[in-house]
């Protein structure tokens, strides 16, 4: 197949398949974006460097504008859309409400995103560790301190073990 031609690709994200004819270097944000409508993740700087595209893949923080969507088939891809369930806030979602860890929104999706992945992983254990971390995931508006408190509220209330 040449590769200026739509291959189809079945995406699992936030519980439901999606079908799609994308050309094979089309990242995994823009299908997301552009195909999917799901526009909670942000483009950023579009290089993996400010983490506003963070998303979960397999429960693990991902930067969505550097991965290309046909490698994440068979996938469990969570967007921000997909992290409340039921209505019903992800702790780290209502912490981040408690603390004001946000100011513009507009890292806001990617910040929640990797903390969720940071949790998941239990690989910071203080906030140096927590603040460390979460380095990948710019805030330009100086919301770091609520962020790096409502990851450390979540983390000391809730075992992700």
């Given at each position: 197949?040449?590769?200026?031609?739509?291959?189809?690709?079945?995406?699992?994200?936030?519980?439901?398949?999606?079908?799609?004819?994308?050309?094979?270097?089309?990242?995994?944000?823009?299908?997301?974006?552009?195909?999917?409508?799901?526009?909670?993740?942000?483009?950023?700087?579009?290089?993996?460097?400010?983490?506003?595209?963070?998303?979960?893949?397999?429960?693990?923080?991902?930067?969505?504008?550097?991965?290309?969507?046909?490698?994440?088939?068979?996938?469990?891809?969570?967007?921000?859309?997909?992290?409340?369930?039921?209505?019903?806030?992800?702790?780290?979602?209502?912490?981040?409400?408690?603390?004001?860890?946000?100011?513009?929104?507009?890292?806001?999706?990617?910040q929640i995103c990797s903390a969720i992945g940071l949790l998941n992983e239990?690989?910071?254990?203080?906030?140096?560790?927590?603040?460390?971390?979460?380095?990948?995931?710019?805030?330009?508006?100086?919301?770091?301190?609520?962020?790096?408190?409502?990851?450390?509220?979540?983390?000391?209330?809730?075992?992700?073990?």
């Amino acid at each position: 197949m040449a590769t200026n031609e739509k291959q189809p690709v079945k995406l699992h994200i936030n519980g439901k398949d999606h079908h799609l004819e994308i050309l094979p270097w089309v990242s995994l944000l823009d299908a997301l974006r552009e195909n999917i409508q799901l526009t909670g993740t942000k483009k950023g700087c579009d290089h993996g460097q400010c983490g506003a595209c963070t998303i979960l893949v397999d429960g693990k923080r991902t930067l969505s504008c550097l991965t290309l969507a046909i490698m994440k088939e068979g996938s469990e891809i969570t967007t921000i859309e997909g992290i409340a369930v039921d209505g019903k806030l992800h702790p780290i979602q209502q912490a981040f409400i408690d603390h004001d860890a946000f100011q513009c929104g507009y890292c806001t999706p990617g910040q929640i995103c990797s903390a969720i992945g940071l949790l998941n992983e239990n690989k910071a254990h203080t906030r140096e560790e927590v603040q460390d971390l979460m380095s990948g995931n710019l805030c330009r508006c100086g919301a770091n301190r609520g962020i790096i408190n409502a990851v450390m509220e979540v983390k000391q209330s809730i075992s992700y073990e």
